[in-house]
């Protein structure tokens, strides 16, 4: 009887010992990051809600497009958590990017509800970048981490939840609709209860670990590209579905089911791994042969490095010491700390800084995801002035969702494998997506009729797929010691080159060249109306609309 019962106890003990390793092993990380990403995209659902701020908060246009820049600007300025990260644990970065979620997005869910007084404009521009600013703590936190768990695949992990992201507005989208049904204040509040529970959630799972080289690394990862894919494909359908036919919160419901479904799923993937390694280890430890095999081994180079050395093998270390110590050296040893080591080597931060790789890095991205965001961000200006319906233009919109994904998933990956079996290099990879960017641009610049679906593909797309060949370049060329800084330097680079392409650029040559059309009559008469480009018979007009909401809810 009392064997018996020491043999349950000692199943239940195995069985609690297995599930405490899944849950703390080095894949069950790739489950717990899929997650995060998928709900760490609310700055792409703004355009959901930004109505209802404006409504409620009696905000104009321009009010609005302040508090929708500093929501940009927090989403993109990471630099802090990056710091953070490489003195602290990665859930240190997840408390605080989930504390700052939940604060910043139920202030204004309290604002926008009248749960408050009206806060003044810089309040809510505090709120938001607070809540965007989180995203930046929890993919730290997170993604970084299971970079340098997984550094083989560097290039497929960056591409694979990258991608996430992008399907992250739609994947919120589906469960706001089966909970709160159409009301579009709600969206605020489960955008700040969500992201931070499932953060928490995950908690324990996120700390660096020892690499181990597993064979069968890459067939996992494209296993988890085809669920992802699977998951892209139903979400597409979805939203072409939703378009055509209103849904109701029960069809709703049914839907985001088959969602959470397909965002599971990884879950089998990871758990199967995850037992076999620990099928592998046990079998170690009971085989004799092996044990006699491991304590037989060769010492590692590590384990010679950590012998006894004599005195005498000191002597010389000793003597280079003390001639670095002198007054003499401080000199050299200050412009050695600027000096870059070899490429691939652990930068530092500012060996980074002023190299000239990071220059070439940033400005191509300037240039490269700033003219894609400015084409972006412009689409429905561009689909108005072009003459193109309201319901293509919330095609394009969609198409480049959807392809931005694709994008960063397939950039990922194909990097990665033409590089180990190929020796394609990455930057001349991106140099090919660049090129291929041109193309899209120009659709759009020669107006060739019905361009711009390909256009809005081949944005969409070649956007996606720079986000994993810069930060993987950023992680090949300076190192993974400094990585969750220079990530965050990287990530600068896509705003700034919006702000000087979009806002100084094509903003400044759109009203320019409008007020020339215009005779200072009209000009006197449409003052405070908004202002749009429409091209007809090949010569360009341009007209004023008095109804700006919809204009504002298309852009």
Request: aromatic share 12%; hydrophobic share 45%; glycine share 8%.
């Amino acid at each position: 009887m009392g064997n018996s019962k020491g043999g349950s106890a000692s199943v239940w003990h195995e069985k609690l010992s297995l599930g405490f390793n899944v849950v703390k092993g080095r894949w069950f990380t790739i489950f717990a990051t899929s997650l995060i990403m998928s709900v760490n995209g609310s700055t792409y659902m703004f355009g959901l809600y930004s109505s209802d701020i404006k409504s409620s908060l009696g905000y104009d246009q321009t009010t609005l497009n302040l508090v929708s820049f500093f929501k940009d600007l927090g989403g993109n300025l990471g630099i802090i958590s990056g710091l953070m990260y490489e003195f602290t644990p990665p859930w240190i970065l997840l408390v605080i990017g989930a504390i700052m979620n939940f604060t910043g997005y139920f202030l204004i869910w309290l604002a926008v509800t009248g749960h408050t007084a009206k806060p003044h404009v810089w309040q809510m521009c505090l709120y938001i970048w607070i809540g965007a600013d989180s995203q930046a703590f929890a993919s730290t936190g997170s993604l970084i981490t299971t970079v340098k768990n997984f550094p083989e695949s560097r290039g497929i992990v960056l591409g694979l939840f990258k991608g996430y992201i992008g399907l992250s507005g739609a994947i919120i989208t589906q469960i706001y609709h089966a909970m709160y049904g159409n009301d579009t204040r709600s969206v605020i509040l489960l955008i700040a209860w969500l992201p931070a529970l499932v953060s928490l959630i995950f908690l324990p799972t996120f700390r660096i670990m020892k690499v181990v080289r597993d064979k069968n690394e890459t067939k996992v990862f494209f296993n988890l590209m085809y669920i992802s894919l699977g998951l892209a494909g139903f979400l597409m359908a979805m939203i072409i579905f939703q378009k055509r036919i209103a849904f109701n919160r029960l069809e709703y419901g049914g839907t985001t089911l088959c969602v959470l479904i397909l965002l599971f799923a990884p879950l089998i993937l990871v758990v199967k791994e995850e037992l076999n390694q620990w099928t592998s280890k046990k079998q170690l430890l009971n085989d004799p042969s092996n044990q006699l095999q491991v304590f037989t081994e060769k010492p590692s180079p590590v384990d010679e490095l950590a012998a006894p050395v004599s005195q005498q093998e000191l002597l010389p270390e000793l003597a280079t010491a003390e001639a670095q110590n002198s007054p003499g050296k401080s000199i050299s040893s200050t412009i050695k700390a600027f000096k870059s080591p070899e490429r691939g080597d652990d930068f530092t931060i500012l060996q980074a800084i002023c190299s000239v790789d990071m220059l070439l890095i940033f400005v191509a991205t300037c240039c490269g995801m700033g003219g894609t965001l400015t084409a972006i961000d412009n689409l429905g200006q561009i689909g108005k002035s072009a003459g193109y319906p309201t319901s293509s233009i919330t095609t394009f919109v969609s198409l480049v969702s959807i392809w931005n994904y694709l994008g960063r998933v397939s950039a990922g990956f194909s990097s990665e494998i033409l590089l180990k079996n190929y020796n394609f290099p990455r930057p001349l990879m991106l140099s090919l997506v660049l090129l291929l960017t041109c193309v899209g641009h120009l659709l759009i610049a020669f107006a060739v009729p019905n361009s711009l679906y390909i256009s809005s593909v081949l944005i969409g797309f070649c956007f996606g797929a720079q986000n994993p060949l810069v930060f993987a370049i950023i992680s090949e060329i300076f190192g993974l010691k400094y990585y969750s800084t220079l990530f965050q330097i990287g990530a600068l680079a896509s705003p700034v080159g919006a702000y000087v392409l979009n806002v100084k650029m094509a903003g400044h040559f759109y009203d320019t060249e409008a007020v020339k059309q215009l005779s200072a009559k009209q000009l006197s008469r449409q003052v405070g109306k908004e202002l749009t480009c429409s091209e007809q018979d090949n010569f360009t007009k341009v007209m004023y609309t008095r109804d700006s909401k919809s204009h504002a809810q298309e852009k």
